[in-house]
């Protein structure tokens, strides 16, 4: 073992145990209290520590098969390093079922046994390291899903000398349990199977699944409904008569249906359906919220005639017969509900639609895209009012959980497979056997497998399926070219178990819902991140049996690959940044996982660094199909709402002043005066982001009023929760005024690009918008509606903020925000580099990976996270104890307390562009302020001073990692040898 490890594990003990402040404890050493948060979970921490093992011991009692998929992929990465490991379990209570052995006996890294001790129950995993040392995890978490993504838990996490009391105890105990355990085998699998008894759950159990069970009769909107029921209600308050909800299978469509109905209160409401046993779900969920009289509600159907209902469930097919429509008058209903919208195109549902006079008439699909020329969002007036994400969708548990995996394809001769791979190649014997046993690897929830290959081409999926049959998987190939019934016999085919597989192309735009899909593979190249999330969602409808979906993504050398990403998070802002960021963090949505081999993750690195995500090419393909989705010119809102790009996109792009600018682009017949182009320069660069609402806020209400008085702004600003003291109120002038941006823009000031004029001027009598721009508003509706776009979508965004203060933590800032949100008269984001000391604040901006250059200049010179609360800080150079600006830092008021409050920004690299993530405020450590020399190749010695900052809020973990780059070790080997 080195000095250096020995140091810092006698460091870490003395922080972890003894002080706190001690200088020297990295997070690598420091003991650690694990929990399950919000991007830091303890799964989080057992794959980094697995990830940087030589070897490692688990000895968990309970495990359950959702969370091997994912401890496959680290594993599978490891036993190509050949790193190994032991896992420790037992049959306790009849918990671990025989599938869980039978996925256990696939891994070849990973010797397991089977504990004979009566009520094993312990949970630890202990990880030997390069060093002489090891780390351990011991506390409440088994290796169970819920254990390490979601449950309440407390896990220690503690590192030790391999010669340490701890870790020989510890070991000790590992190899008692181990040398008298079984070997998992195949025969002994074999015979647990044929013994197994599921446990039963206890009276107790019982009690709480019955109370779950009456809890759950209360039926409230969850927080996709809700947001979809706000904007239903400002459709109709803004005049709208028809809306359209996108919303995916088994979201809870049906409630919300009934949730908007029990907000408009309509006299009587019709519900059309396809199919009657759809009909009475729908009539028994509509109870359950709107309650009532049984017999308020009636359905209309070849078996039931109960017209009179104030709730009135119809099939489309007795209801658009010429004789019972005869029977309602035109305005019967004042509520028309339409489930499954898309099939709204057919002569039934369009005589009925033609028919009825309704005040409002909602549409419900999943599936708005059609083969036909019909248009469903011409039906609905392009009202889109509402379209729900996957990932909030998963959040709220509404759908099966997935684990994703991206794997590499298979190589042949050297080369992976790419776009121009020949159809011999893409279905060889080789390439499938290597998709069988990596299909086998990663498994399925269930006891049969039911899934759905994506191919490339219609050729490659016919002869995929032919080899997969001939290998005893029977599969079969579909595409748009079959007709219903054979889709539909090939799905029956599937669901019964006569076939494994459906190979296909293009069946996810075809509205397929097959419940019981527990495997999707992807065969071909990313295309879209529509398409992608279209075929992923395939299989994430709820079923019984069914725990989780497990998604195989087969990367090859694919252009596309970039799209990968940003599909599984959602991500729409067009940022290599957030790409790299969400590729090296694997996050988890709720309980489903992210997962990429680390040659698979390569492969997408080197995609990303390749493509300009904000290239005009691609911003005019959003524009194209949001505006053939939505029947007119889009807005900035309709980006952030309904598209695939952030709003955020177009005004940080530095070829556009505006969104104006933008449609020129498009060739849109738009035309604009210089001034009022330069207006919608200044709202759309400085106040679209939403950081600070107070501007908005302000503006919006001079639309309204000639005047606002100081107290109507300041009652505004707390309606909205809003911070507000005088410094705030007079940057909120200054910004509005200009008079911030009167710095030097080459050879203009920055604030003659935003016309010169003060948008907003304040006097006696309040605030007041520019007469002239007032008048624009007025006279030029083009002016007024991208005027008042811009501060509607910078709202939107600005709920992603806190309002309660000026940062919020993790959000991304640049030097500029970080001068307007502190208040300061002037832009000096120019001269700002790495610090400024003001009279009440101290933005730090660090750059944590240094630059080449700055590497060669001092190889001891550089901030350093020490762990994920304490940072190793130094000022520029030359500065003394004595230095004015350190003095300032040091300053303290009359009760001790620093005058100066210190804000740490942090990126990774300068790649990554002009945005910082604020960390949070900080405090130098008392007595860690000290003035060193900073050593220089070829100069003399400069005098520097570092100090120790703690964070009042400790950086997430999975932020610490990617800050520091220390979960990218192998990811940059990977790179190289690429």
């Known amino acids: 073992m080195t000095n250096d490890i020995t140091s810092e594990l006698l460091s870490s003990v003395v922080s972890g145990f003894i002080d706190r402040k001690t200088e020297h404890a990295t997070e690598e050493f420091s003991p650690r209290l694990l929990l399950n948060q919000k991007d830091d979970t303890v799964w989080d921490h057992l794959r980094s520590e697995l990830q940087a093992c030589s070897q490692f011991i688990f000895a968990v009692a309970f495990i359950t098969p959702d969370m091997l998929v994912p401890l496959k992929v680290v594993l599978a990465d490891l036993a190509k390093r050949g790193i190994k490991g032991k896992i420790l379990t037992s049959v306790y209570l009849s918990f671990n079922r025989p599938e869980v052995f039978a996925e256990l006996l696939k891994i070849p890294n990973v010797t397991v046994r089977i504990s004979t001790q009566q009520g094993f129950h312990v949970k630890g995993y202990l990880f030997e390291h390069q060093g002489s040392y090891d780390s351990l995890i011991i506390g409440s978490s088994n290796l169970t899903r819920t254990a390490l993504l979601a449950n309440y838990e407390w896990n220690l996490r503690l590192t030790s000398h391999q010669d340490g009391e701890l870790t020989q105890q510890i070991r000790q105990k590992i190899s008692e349990a181990w040398q008298t355990a079984l070997p998992l085998t195949s025969e002994w699998l074999a015979d647990y199977t044929l013994n197994y008894q599921a446990p039963l759950p206890d009276a107790g159990q019982a009690g709480r699944f019955l109370q779950t069970e009456r809890a759950a009769e209360t039926i409230i909107p969850n927080r996709m409904q809700q947001e979809a029921l706000a904007e239903l209600q400002q459709l109709r308050n803004d005049g709208g008569e028809k809306g359209l909800v996108i919303s995916a299978t088994g979201t809870g469509k049906t409630y919300l249906g009934a949730f908007d109905v029990q907000q408009f209160r309509p006299r009587r409401m019709l519900f059309i359906v396809h199919r009657e046993q759809i009909l009475k779900r729908a009539m028994q969920s509509f109870y359950k919220v709107l309650g009532g009289k049984k017999n308020e509600y009636g359905i209309l159907s070849g078996n039931h005639f109960e017209s009179n209902a104030k709730y009135l469930f119809a099939t489309i097919q007795t209801l658009s017969k010429q004789a019972v429509l005869a029977q309602f008058s035109r305005t019967e209903f004042d509520y028309l509900l339409l489930d499954e919208a898309h099939r709204a195109g057919a002569q039934s549902y369009r005589r009925v639609l033609k028919y009825f006079q309704p005040l409002f ?574 050593q220089l190749p070829h100069k003399k010695p400069r005098a520097v001073v570092s100090m120790l900052l703690r964070l009042q809020t400790p950086l997430q973990y999975r932020r610490f990692l990617l800050l520091t780059g220390k979960n990218n070790v192998h990811l940059d080997i990977y790179m190289i040898s690429l």
């Open 361 to 934: 008439c909602m549409g419900m699909t999943a599936t708005p895209e059609r083969t036909d020329d019909f248009s469903i969002y011409e039906l609905f007036d392009y009202n889109l009012a509402y379209e729900n994400r996957l990932q909030d969708a998963l959040e709220e548990n509404l759908l099966c959980p997935f684990h994703y995996v991206g794997i590499q394809d298979y190589e042949y001769q050297g080369k992976v497979i790419d776009e121009q791979t020949p159809l011999r190649r893409l279905a060889s014997n080789e390439r499938i056997d290597y998709v069988l046993q990596q299909l086998d690897y990663y498994g399925y929830s269930g006891q049969a497998v039911h899934g759905l290959i994506f191919c490339s081409r219609k050729d490659e999926a016919k002869e995929v399926a032919r080899l997969l049959s001939a290998k005893g998987h029977p599969a079969t190939a579909l595409s748009g070219t079959d007709t219903i019934a054979q889709r539909q016999a090939a799905v029956n085919h599937l669901e019964q178990g006569a076939l494994e597989y459906l190979v296909t192309v293009d069946i996810f735009n075809e509205g397929i819902d097959i419940p019981c899909i527990n495997q999707v593979v992807m065969m071909r190249s990313t295309q879209s991140s529509i398409v992608f999330i279209q075929q992923l969602g395939r299989g994430l409808r709820k079923a019984p049996g069914k725990e989780f979906v497990t998604v195989i993504d087969f990367i090859g050398n694919y252009k596309n690959n970039y799209l990968i990403p940003l599909a599984l998070t959602g991500d729409k802002t067009r940022s290599k940044d957030n790409a790299r960021e969400e590729l090296e963090l694997q996050p988890t949505i709720g309980l489903s996982t992210i997962n990429f081999t680390e040659v698979a993750r390569a492969r997408i690195y080197e995609t990303i660094q390749a493509v300009k995500l904000d290239a005009l090419a691609f911003l005019r393909k959003d524009y194209q199909q949001l505006k053939e989705k939505l029947g007119r010119i889009p807005l900035l809102l309709d980006f952030q709402k309904f598209g695939g790009t952030d709003a955020a996109v177009f005004a940080d792009n530095h070829l556009l002043a505006n969104y104006y600018h933008f449609l020129l682009k498009m060739k849109e017949d738009v035309v604009l005066s210089k001034f009022e182009d330069q207006v919608l320069s200044f709202v759309t660069k400085e106040l679209l982001n939403g950081m600070r609402q107070h501007e908005l806020l302000l503006l919006k209400v001079l639309l309204e009023h000639e005047n606002v008085s100081l107290a109507e702004f300041k009652h505004l600003l707390k309606e909205h929760h809003c911070y507000c003291d005088q410094a705030t109120l007079r940057s909120v002038l200054q910004i509005l005024n200009l008079s911030f941006f009167k710095v030097k823009a080459g050879k203009r000031l920055k604030a003659d690009n935003y016309g010169g004029k003060p948008i907003v001027s304040l006097n006696a009598a309040g605030y007041h918008l520019n007469s002239t721009i007032r008048a624009s508003l007025r006279q030029h509706g083009l002016f007024a509606r991208l005027y008042k776009d811009v501060l509607q979508t910078g709202l939107l965004k600005a709920r992603k903020y806190q309002s309660e203060q000026p940062f919020t933590l993790l959000q991304k800032y640049t030097r500029k925000d970080v001068c307007r949100l502190l208040n300061w008269e002037k832009d000096v984001s120019a001269p700002l580099y790495g610090y400024r000391v003001g009279k009440t604040a101290c933005p730090l901006f660090v750059t944590y990976t240094a630059e080449e250059s700055a590497q060669k200049r001092s190889a001891n010179y550089e901030n350093e996270f020490i762990n994920t609360s304490l940072i190793r800080w130094y000022t520029r150079s030359p500065r003394h104890l004595y230095s004015d600006e350190v003095q300032q830092l040091l300053q303290v008021d009359e009760q001790g307390k620093r005058v100066v409050k210190l804000h740490l920004f942090m990126k990774k690299s300068d790649a990554e562009g002009k945005n910082f993530f604020y960390c949070g405020e900080c405090k130098i450590e008392p007595g860690s302020v000290k003035e060193e020399l900073m």
